[in-house]
Protein backbone atom coordinates (compact mmCIF):
# COMPACT_ATOMS: atom_id res chain seq x y z
CA UNK A 1 0.00 0.00 0.00
CA UNK A 2 1.16 3.23 -1.08
CA UNK A 3 1.73 5.91 1.52
CA UNK A 4 -1.42 8.11 0.56
CA UNK A 5 -3.65 4.98 0.45
CA UNK A 6 -2.07 4.07 3.80
CA UNK A 7 -3.02 7.58 5.04
CA UNK A 8 -6.36 7.34 3.94
CA UNK A 9 -7.09 3.78 5.68
CA UNK A 10 -5.53 4.99 8.52
CA UNK A 11 -7.87 7.92 8.96
CA UNK A 12 -10.59 5.45 7.71
CA UNK A 13 -9.82 3.34 10.60
CA UNK A 14 -9.56 6.30 12.83
CA UNK A 15 -6.07 6.14 14.12
CA UNK A 16 -5.13 10.17 14.77
CA UNK A 17 -1.27 9.32 16.07
CA UNK A 18 -0.92 7.41 12.76
CA UNK A 19 -2.82 9.97 10.50
CA UNK A 20 -0.13 12.23 12.41
CA UNK A 21 2.79 10.72 11.98
CA UNK A 22 1.74 9.42 8.04
CA UNK A 23 1.26 13.35 6.84
CA UNK A 24 4.44 14.13 8.19
CA UNK A 25 5.95 11.48 6.27
CA UNK A 26 4.00 12.62 3.39
CA UNK A 27 5.71 16.20 3.51
CA UNK A 28 8.90 14.49 4.38
CA UNK A 29 8.61 12.98 0.85
CA UNK A 30 7.97 16.05 -0.74
CA UNK A 31 4.32 15.37 -1.45
CA UNK A 32 2.06 18.80 -1.72
CA UNK A 33 -0.58 19.87 0.85
CA UNK A 34 -2.95 19.96 -1.40
CA UNK A 35 -2.04 16.43 -2.82
CA UNK A 36 -2.30 14.98 0.89
CA UNK A 37 -5.50 16.85 1.14
CA UNK A 38 -7.38 16.18 -1.72
CA UNK A 39 -5.80 12.26 -2.46
CA UNK A 40 -5.66 11.27 1.20
CA UNK A 41 -7.74 12.77 3.89
CA UNK A 42 -10.83 14.16 1.65
CA UNK A 43 -10.53 10.88 -0.16
CA UNK A 44 -11.10 8.75 3.20
CA UNK A 45 -13.33 10.86 4.56
CA UNK A 46 -15.89 10.62 1.09
CA UNK A 47 -15.37 6.69 2.38
CA UNK A 48 -16.62 7.51 5.79
CA UNK A 49 -19.39 9.62 4.54
CA UNK A 50 -20.63 6.81 2.13
CA UNK A 51 -20.41 3.98 4.66
CA UNK A 52 -21.86 6.12 7.28
CA UNK A 53 -25.04 6.75 4.43
CA UNK A 54 -25.35 3.08 3.97
CA UNK A 55 -25.64 2.36 7.89
CA UNK A 56 -22.18 0.03 7.76
CA UNK A 57 -20.81 2.36 10.43
CA UNK A 58 -22.42 4.78 12.65
CA UNK A 59 -21.81 8.07 14.22
CA UNK A 60 -18.46 7.00 17.03
CA UNK A 61 -17.18 5.86 14.09
CA UNK A 62 -17.27 8.79 12.03
CA UNK A 63 -16.25 10.88 14.81
CA UNK A 64 -13.58 8.76 15.27
CA UNK A 65 -12.29 9.22 11.36
CA UNK A 66 -13.28 13.40 11.99
CA UNK A 67 -10.94 13.76 14.64
CA UNK A 68 -7.94 11.52 13.00
CA UNK A 69 -8.79 13.90 9.71
CA UNK A 70 -8.13 16.73 12.20
CA UNK A 71 -5.07 15.62 13.23
CA UNK A 72 -3.86 15.84 9.81
CA UNK A 73 -5.38 19.14 8.79
CA UNK A 74 -3.61 20.90 11.60
CA UNK A 75 -0.42 19.82 10.00
CA UNK A 76 -1.70 20.84 6.60
CA UNK A 77 -3.17 24.21 7.76
CA UNK A 78 0.27 26.35 7.95
CA UNK A 79 1.11 25.17 4.46
CA UNK A 80 -2.44 25.99 2.67
CA UNK A 81 -1.80 29.86 3.98
CA UNK A 82 1.69 29.55 2.85
CA UNK A 83 0.72 28.52 -0.57
CA UNK A 84 -2.30 30.17 -0.51
CA UNK A 85 -4.51 27.20 -1.56
CA UNK A 86 -8.42 28.00 -1.85
CA UNK A 87 -10.99 26.11 0.02
CA UNK A 88 -13.41 24.74 -2.01
CA UNK A 89 -15.88 27.57 -1.07
CA UNK A 90 -17.07 28.79 2.11
CA UNK A 91 -20.72 27.80 4.55
CA UNK A 92 -21.85 29.18 7.41
CA UNK A 93 -23.71 26.75 9.48
CA UNK A 94 -25.54 26.91 12.86
CA UNK A 95 -28.89 25.60 14.79
CA UNK A 96 -30.98 28.16 14.92
CA UNK A 97 -32.57 30.48 17.74
CA UNK A 98 -34.36 28.78 20.35
CA UNK A 99 -32.93 25.58 19.89
CA UNK A 100 -29.68 23.99 21.52
CA UNK A 101 -29.32 20.75 19.75
CA UNK A 102 -26.43 20.35 17.62
CA UNK A 103 -25.24 16.80 17.11
CA UNK A 104 -26.38 17.09 13.74
CA UNK A 105 -25.12 20.48 12.82
CA UNK A 106 -21.71 19.08 14.35
CA UNK A 107 -21.42 15.90 11.66
CA UNK A 108 -22.40 18.25 8.90
CA UNK A 109 -19.53 20.73 9.74
CA UNK A 110 -17.56 17.95 10.24
CA UNK A 111 -18.50 16.17 6.47
CA UNK A 112 -18.07 19.63 4.45
CA UNK A 113 -14.79 20.17 6.27
CA UNK A 114 -13.77 16.72 5.22
CA UNK A 115 -14.91 17.47 1.69
CA UNK A 116 -12.23 20.51 1.41
CA UNK A 117 -14.99 23.28 2.37
CA UNK A 118 -14.03 25.96 4.94
CA UNK A 119 -17.02 25.81 7.65
CA UNK A 120 -18.06 28.56 9.51
CA UNK A 121 -19.83 27.46 12.27
CA UNK A 122 -22.22 29.64 14.89
CA UNK A 123 -23.21 27.07 17.16
CA UNK A 124 -26.74 27.01 18.27
CA UNK A 125 -29.43 29.35 19.25
CA UNK A 126 -28.33 31.20 16.40
CA UNK A 127 -30.26 34.15 15.95
CA UNK A 128 -31.43 35.27 11.91
CA UNK A 129 -29.63 37.77 11.51
CA UNK A 130 -26.34 36.13 12.23
CA UNK A 131 -26.96 33.96 9.71
CA UNK A 132 -27.06 36.47 7.14
CA UNK A 133 -24.48 39.08 8.36
CA UNK A 134 -21.68 36.60 8.62
CA UNK A 135 -22.76 34.83 5.28
CA UNK A 136 -22.16 38.24 3.76
CA UNK A 137 -18.75 39.63 5.73
CA UNK A 138 -16.96 36.39 4.80
CA UNK A 139 -18.19 35.49 1.32
CA UNK A 140 -19.99 32.44 1.96
CA UNK A 141 -22.04 30.93 -0.83
CA UNK A 142 -24.55 28.92 1.88
CA UNK A 143 -26.03 28.83 4.60
CA UNK A 144 -27.19 25.50 6.46
CA UNK A 145 -29.79 25.73 9.26
CA UNK A 146 -30.23 22.69 11.56
CA UNK A 147 -33.29 22.63 14.14
CA UNK A 148 -34.77 19.86 16.47
CA UNK A 149 -37.58 21.42 17.66
CA UNK A 150 -40.60 22.04 15.89
CA UNK A 151 -40.82 25.32 18.03
CA UNK A 152 -37.66 26.77 16.05
CA UNK A 153 -38.63 25.79 12.98
CA UNK A 154 -40.27 29.32 12.25
CA UNK A 155 -36.51 30.59 12.97
CA UNK A 156 -35.74 29.03 9.31
CA UNK A 157 -38.50 30.83 7.56
CA UNK A 158 -37.03 34.23 9.31
CA UNK A 159 -33.97 33.40 7.45
CA UNK A 160 -34.91 33.16 4.37
CA UNK A 161 -37.27 36.25 4.66
CA UNK A 162 -34.21 38.16 5.70
CA UNK A 163 -32.45 37.04 2.30
CA UNK A 164 -34.89 37.75 0.34
CA UNK A 165 -35.29 41.32 2.09
CA UNK A 166 -31.64 42.18 1.35
CA UNK A 167 -31.97 40.95 -2.21
CA UNK A 168 -29.50 38.16 -1.43
CA UNK A 169 -32.01 35.27 -2.76
CA UNK A 170 -30.11 32.48 -5.15
CA UNK A 171 -27.02 34.51 -4.25
CA UNK A 172 -26.46 33.11 -0.86
CA UNK A 173 -27.97 29.46 -1.16
CA UNK A 174 -30.38 28.28 1.91
CA UNK A 175 -29.66 24.77 3.01
CA UNK A 176 -32.26 23.14 6.34
CA UNK A 177 -32.23 20.14 7.99
CA UNK A 178 -33.06 18.76 11.41
CA UNK A 179 -35.40 15.93 12.37
CA UNK A 180 -38.74 17.70 12.46
CA UNK A 181 -37.70 19.54 8.78
CA UNK A 182 -38.88 18.06 5.43
CA UNK A 183 -38.57 18.71 1.67
CA UNK A 184 -42.08 20.49 2.13
CA UNK A 185 -41.12 22.98 4.50
CA UNK A 186 -37.90 23.54 2.87
CA UNK A 187 -40.17 24.95 -0.55
CA UNK A 188 -42.64 26.30 1.78
CA UNK A 189 -40.20 28.85 3.16
CA UNK A 190 -38.48 29.40 0.46
CA UNK A 191 -35.25 27.69 1.02
CA UNK A 192 -33.23 26.10 -1.71
CA UNK A 193 -32.96 22.60 -0.22
CA UNK A 194 -32.97 20.31 2.30
CA UNK A 195 -30.64 18.37 3.48
CA UNK A 196 -32.36 14.61 5.30
CA UNK A 197 -28.49 13.74 6.58
CA UNK A 198 -24.64 15.14 6.90
CA UNK A 199 -23.72 13.08 3.75
CA UNK A 200 -26.82 14.44 1.46
CA UNK A 201 -26.04 18.03 2.73
CA UNK A 202 -22.36 17.47 1.34
CA UNK A 203 -23.92 16.41 -1.71
CA UNK A 204 -26.36 19.45 -1.65
CA UNK A 205 -23.39 22.02 -1.30
CA UNK A 206 -21.35 20.13 -3.92
CA UNK A 207 -24.04 20.31 -6.34
CA UNK A 208 -25.07 24.41 -5.89
CA UNK A 209 -20.78 25.79 -5.62
CA UNK A 210 -19.90 23.32 -8.84
CA UNK A 211 -22.70 25.60 -10.83
CA UNK A 212 -20.93 28.83 -9.99
Not at 78 to 86: V, Y
Not at 180 to 190: K, Q
Amino acid sequence: MDLLANLSQSLQDGDDEKVAALTKEALAAGMSAKQILDNALISGMTVIGNRFKAHEIFLPDVLLSARAMYAGLELLKPLFLKDDIPSRGKVVVGTVQGDLHDIGKNLVSIMLKGAGYEVIDLGNDVPPERFVDTAVAQGAAIIGLSALLTTTMPVMSQVAALLKERGLTGRIKLIIGGAPVSDAYAREIGADAYGFDAVKAVEIVDRFLMRQ
